[in-house]
């Protein structure tokens, strides 16, 4: 019998939940904060592709190298999309990413399940690195 973590994350950005969502789905902007370095964000080392349909796949190769890939299961703009997740690491895991909307800014909640004891805790600190990255690109907006 396998035991299976949950890593919930949760962060408030200063955007409306189209905003985020956009760059949740938008390869080009994917590429730019989806990434595990320490930067905040290195698209020069990262690429992504999405076929943004329930049942299309997407890929995201970090630190131009390590390769994440899933299909996305359900797709409701600008409010939800979850999708499997899978690396060198973990395979069919599964992420949620809730928004909601509070005026101009979008809370956010991340869940990502079926997670072992001993890849909870590297997937909670990167969920958590990459969400500063993200929050930096829609403050920024570089």
């Known amino acids: 019998m396998s035991v299976h973590e949950t890593v919930r994350i949760r962060y408030s950005f200063a955007a409306k939940p189209e905003v985020v969502f956009k760059a949740w789905t938008t390869p ?3 590429q730019k904060w989806m990434d595990g370095s320490c930067d905040h964000y290195a698209d020069v080392r990262s690429q ?22 899933g299909e996305y299961q359900k797709i ?9 997740w ?15 909307g509070r005026g101009d800014h979008t809370d956010l909640t991340l869940t990502h ?8 805790p590297a997937h909670h600190q990167g969920w958590t690195r990459v969400m500063g990255h993200l929050n930096h690109l829609l403050t920024k907006g570089e």
Do not use: C, W
Request: charged share 25%; net charge negative; no cysteine.
């Open 113 to 120: 399940e079926r997670l072992s004891p001993t890849t909870a």
């Open 28 to 30: 080009a902007l994917m």
């Open 86 to 100: 899978n690396s060198h690491l973990v395979k069919d895991t599964l992420v949620t990413v809730e928004l909601e």
């Open 48 to 69: 992504a592709k999405a076929d943004l349909r329930v049942g299309g796949r997407y890929e995201i190769v970090m630190q131009g190298e390590l390769l994440h890939y």
């Open 76 to 84: 409701i703009p600008p409010r939800l999309l979850v999708f499997t």
